[in-house]
């Protein structure tokens, strides 16, 4: 019997699977189901160029459809799995169809944790996550508008660069007493909130928001402490949840995203998944972690593809992000979990900087701002987990790269 390689979500992962399926020599079947109405396509312009308008949604793709057609793979979009049967090894999707598979593969993502108030639902609170999304978004955010965002992660910093840019009155409000608390340390959190706050945002921090009024719009946010903002368009930021509940209904083991080894195996051996629905046991962090970064998808991605090929691969890559706010592009590698010591090399003045964050003398984790050279070799010395003291670090007349071994 030939094989048929189902994947459920056309994202991220999904889509660089079926690449990695055919190079890596597999010649079955491989059908990639989707309930977006639109082909597989990169996410993190949402929040900054495609927000923008500096993207169409054309070159957000990333394959056109010929592609597909090339590689012989089957596309189907805007329609839902509904039902994964394990012991008829079968999926069934929201239109009826049902599809045998001899390997299955989770690649359905995350979506974006709803705030948990009434008024959420009003049409001028917006998440960003979908080119759906933006596009409801894009149609209010306009000049002179007042945008307020709450959470001040990622994609809230992101939103209010480009809100800026756009001419909007930003404000933002975060509930824990930093930017990027979950994500950095004190030093670059307190390096954003300066960066924003000169370019124009009114930061919040520590400001927890109790209530949404107003009549058919939301018109004011009620932070815990009463004060009332005044506010014509909400972006809400404050995290995503992992899409697990078909996984869930099959009986698989879920916690906090598919649990997967480090071949991204879940608890059924012809059952996969890869992106920011996985909960990985990590090679390279050497523990159990859901991470959402298109780098962590492409390579479960390719991991899988390998698995199924029955070639060896693990999914232990030092894990690395980027984010774009103005003109600073900030890029991380590793997780600072846990670290002792910080070190900056370079100006933060001049936003050119790289912080270097060491556990027992082992660079665990780097972030650098507008220095693309220091971060890859960040990433060696990272993965390398390279021992390097402060004065070292700090010194920009000793190179980098003479630290790797
Ligand atoms: C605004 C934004 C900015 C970002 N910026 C960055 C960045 O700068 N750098 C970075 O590294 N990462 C960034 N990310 C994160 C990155 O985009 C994700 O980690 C990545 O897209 C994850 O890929 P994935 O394949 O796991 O999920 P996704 O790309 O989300 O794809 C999952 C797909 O599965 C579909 N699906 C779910 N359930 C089903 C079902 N039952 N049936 C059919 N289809 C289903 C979903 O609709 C979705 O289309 C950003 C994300 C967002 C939202």
């Given at each position: 019997m030939s094989e048929t390689v189902v994947i459920i979500g056309a994202g991220q992962a999904g889509c660089d699977m079926t690449a990695a399926l055919r190079q890596q020599g597999f010649d079955g079947r491989i059908v990639m189901i989707g309930e977006e109405p639109v082909l597989p396509y990169r996410r993190p312009p949402l929040s900054k160029a495609y927000l923008s308008d500096e993207m169409t949604e054309e070159q957000l793709y990333i394959k056109p459809a010929s592609t597909y057609e090339k590689q012989n793979v089957e596309v189907i979009t805007g329609v839902r799995v509904e039902r994964i049967d394990r012991a008829a090894k079968n999926v069934t999707l929201a239109n009826g169809e049902v599809i045998d598979y001899t390997k299955l593969a989770f690649c359905t993502g995350g979506h974006a944790r709803r705030l948990p108030l009434p008024g959420a639902e009003k049409p001028n609170v917006h998440y960003v996550r979908t080119i759906a999304d933006i596009e409801k978004l894009k149609a209010q955010f306009l000049p002179g508008k007042r945008l307020l965002i709450i959470g001040g992660g990622y994609i809230g910093l992101e939103a209010a660069a480009?809100?800026?840019?756009?001419?909007?009155?930003?404000?933002?409000?975060?509930?824990?007493?930093?930017?990027?608390?979950?994500?950095?340390?004190?030093?670059?959190?307190?390096?954003?909130?300066?960066?924003?706050?000169?370019?124009?945002?009114?930061?919040?921090?520590?400001?927890?928001?109790?209530?949404?009024?107003?009549?058919?719009?939301?018109?004011?946010?009620?932070?815990?402490?009463?004060?009332?903002?005044?506010?014509?368009?909400?972006?809400?930021?404050?995290?995503?949840?992992?899409?697990?509940?078909?996984?869930?209904?099959?009986?698989?083991?879920?916690?906090?995203?598919?649990?997967?080894?480090?071949?991204?195996?879940?608890?059924?051996?012809?059952?996969?998944?890869?992106?920011d629905c996985a909960n990985h046991d990590h090679g390279f962090l050497l523990r159990r972690m859901r991470?959402?970064?298109?780098?962590?998808?492409?390579?479960?991605?390719?991991?899988?593809?390998?698995?199924?090929?029955?070639?060896?691969?693990?999914?232990?890559?030092?894990?690395?992000?980027?984010?774009?706010?103005?003109?600073?592009?900030?890029?991380?590698?590793?997780?600072?979990?846990?670290?002792?010591?910080?070190?900056?090399?370079?100006?933060?003045?001049?936003?050119?900087?790289?912080?270097?964050?060491?556990?027992g003398g082992v660079i665990i984790s780097a972030d650098t701002v507008n220095r693309p050279k220091d971060f890859m070799v960040a990433k060696k010395l990272v993965a390398g987990r390279v021992k390097a003291d402060a004065a070292t670090l700090s010194d920009e007349s000793v190179e980098l790269k003479s630290l790797i071994a």
């Open positions: 480009v809100g800026i840019k756009k001419e909007l009155r930003v404000t933002l409000v975060e509930a824990m007493p930093r930017l990027l608390a979950r994500v950095t340390g004190p030093e670059l959190s307190e390096y954003y909130y300066c960066v924003h706050s000169a370019k124009g945002v009114d930061i919040k921090l520590g400001a927890g928001v109790d209530a949404l009024e107003g009549g058919e719009l939301v018109e004011r946010v009620v932070l815990a402490d009463g004060t009332r903002l005044e506010a014509d368009v909400i972006i809400v930021g404050i995290g995503l949840i992992p899409n697990t509940e078909l996984a869930e209904a099959a009986a698989l083991e879920v916690d906090n995203g598919i649990l997967v080894d480090q071949q991204c195996r879940s608890s059924d051996p012809d059952i996969f998944a890869a992106g991470l959402e970064s298109v780098p962590n998808a492409s390579e479960g991605a390719r991991v899988i593809a390998a698995t199924i090929c029955g070639k060896e691969a693990v999914h232990n890559g030092a894990p690395w992000f980027w984010s774009d706010q103005y003109d600073l592009k900030l890029q991380m590698v590793g997780i600072n979990q846990g670290y002792e010591e910080v070190v900056i090399r370079g100006s933060m003045e001049e936003n050119s900087f790289s912080a270097f964050y060491l556990c």
